[in-house]
């Protein structure tokens, strides 16, 4: 796993024209609720490039699936146009899983419409994620989530999410996180996480 992700590093490495990139360390990789990587520390990177309102953003994550594969990368590519004080993210990626089991489903495509506006102090973004067929064993599935944060100084901030997802299986999952900036580039993170009445701690250092 180690050298798929010096790999992935040196795929995502930022030259003078990326204008974000971000790279993440966490104490479990979640997403919509649920572990990418069995409660196990993770790594998570991305890089984007943006000419007025479009962006192309390739990405990678450790993981611990039951596909057997350690390592996701993504391609994204979409546009953020602005409308009556909202701001949008429209994108469609491609996720694929690296060395999974012989016979497993590899790859998926994922689609993601955010609008976000601040209404006063608070910052709100609703998001609605679809994929048509899922990696692995998993089949179509919508994912509908509200989040809401707010700055409480100039470096500690905190946000509220819930989402549901609706697939043969349905859940609801919320989390609560509080983010301080230790400098301008470096942020620590504590989350809270809900699934099926059952609380996780996660902690992230995102550079």
Do not use: C, H
């Not at 990418?36 to 007025?52: D, M, P, Q, Y």
């Not at 994929?131 to 905190?158: F, K």
């Not at 099926?196 to 250092?205: A, C, G, L, Q, S």
């Amino acid at each position: 796993m180690l050298m798929k992700t010096v790999v992935a590093l040196a795929l995502l490495a930022t030259p003078v024209a990326a204008q974000d990139y971000d790279l993440t360390i966490t104490s479990d990789n979640r997403s919509k609720g649920l572990t990418k990587s069995n409660g196990e520390a993770a790594l998570l990177g991305s890089v984007s490039w943006s000419e007025g309102i479009y962006y192309v953003a390739p990405a990678f994550e450790t993981i611990e699936g039951s596909t057997g594969s350690d390592l996701e990368v993504k391609l994204a590519a979409g546009v953020r146009p602005e409308f009556a004080g909202f701001k949008f993210d429209l994108n469609a990626a491609w996720k694929y899983q690296v060395d999974v089991n012989p016979g497993v489903d590899n790859g998926a495509w994922e689609f993601t419409a955010d609008a976000a506006r601040s209404i006063g102090p608070i910052k709100t973004r609703l998001r609605v994620q679809y994929t048509p067929d899922s990696i692995g064993s998993a089949e179509e599935w919508t994912w509908y989530e509200a989040r809401a944060g707010i700055d409480l100084t100039n470096r500690l901030s905190a946000a509220y999410s819930i989402g549901r997802r609706e697939q043969v299986v349905d859940y609801t999952a919320w989390s609560t996180e509080l983010n301080y900036k230790l400098t301008d580039n470096v942020t620590a993170g504590l989350y809270y996480y809900s699934f099926d009445d059952t609380v996780t701690t996660n902690i992230r250092m995102r550079f």
